[in-house]
């Protein structure tokens, strides 16, 4: 009587898979039986049931052991693929409840993109280098954009009219200083303090209308009686803004962050801040995610940091040893 036919979709149990795993590594019935946490009797009828399932016998018994017969050893092949696979769905699922992998998309205005986020992103793939992170660093209203539609798991922006604020999550985080960047060779650049006055006939690049950091600066000028510059070059690019005061006398109005970033070591790119003798403060950004999507572990940790890190002392940012590889310290 010949062997049955095996099923068009032959079901095995991962625990079947691993007995005929350990009888292929051992040889023996009674060290595999031993090594799964079986008794030889019970592994002997489960072996059975296995052959049933494939219609096939899959070991030969032999004087020096089992050893895997041909359609035995091709079943062999694909239990250790998909054995392998479970272990490393096991080590996937371990690893994105403990936060220290999966996939993460956070955006942020530029201030704090380069104050806090950056630093904190650095923490957490410390212990997390698998963890697959994106940052994007644009307005707030292409933030909240992407944040609403469920493109980011939290931003680091400032409230606008057009959402509604009851969609998300809100923790107030803090506002932005504004500085004044030149090169470092600009007439003004040695002076003790520079007046607005001085500075209203400059030449500027600054973002577009409607920024806050440009919005910040002009409010200045008109707090004081002074017209907006009239010299102004629009553009909302960081990169080109560098570019175009590297090769002039321009001035850029920015967040005290970038500028920092820009004077001190390690980049130290030949630019400086001038000294004006009033703050400009912009307005406050915020911590937002969406009520209706929970965090994933891994957020959750890179929010915890992001909050630790807007609470402490205000940062020196990248004023480092070459011990520390440029990490901001703390001042």
Known sequence: ?????????????????????????????QLAAETVGMTQPAASRMLAEIENLVGAQLFLRQPKGMEPTEIGRTVLRRARVILREMVSMAADVRALREGVGGSLRVGAVTGPAVGYL???????????????????VMPSRELLGHLAAGEMDFV???????????????????????????????????????TLTELAGQEWIMQSRGAPIREATLAAFAD????????????????????????????????????????????????????VPHEIRVSAYYLLDLKRRPLSPLAMRLREKLVALSQSPVRDAWQGSPGDAGLPRQR
């Not at 107030?172 to 650049?189: I, N, Q, Y």
């Not at 967040?255 to 000294?275: C, D, H, N, T, Y």
């Open 1 to 29: 009587m010949s062997a049955p036919a095996p099923p068009a979709r032959l079901m095995l149990k991962p625990a079947q898979l691993r007995l005929i795993q350990q009888i292929a590594d051992h040889g023996q019935l």
């Open 118 to 136: 950056v630093s904190a992103i650095r923490e957490i793939k410390q212990d997390a280098p698998d963890a697959d992170i994106t940052v994007d």
């Open 156 to 194: 680091l922006a400032r409230i606008l009219p057009e959402f509604d604020s009851q969609d998300f999550n809100i923790l107030p985080m803090r506002d932005e200083k504004v500085s004044f960047l030149t090169r470092a060779g600009h007439p003004l650049s040695r002076a003790p303090t520079v």
């Open 224 to 275: 004081v009686g002074l017209a907006e510059p009239r010299n102004i070059v629009n553009s909302p690019s960081l990169l080109l803004t560098i570019a175009y005061l590297a090769q002039c006398d321009a001035v850029a109005p920015m967040s005290e962050e970038v500028a920092e970033l820009l004077i001190r070591p390690p980049v130290a790119a030949g630019f400086a801040m001038l000294q």
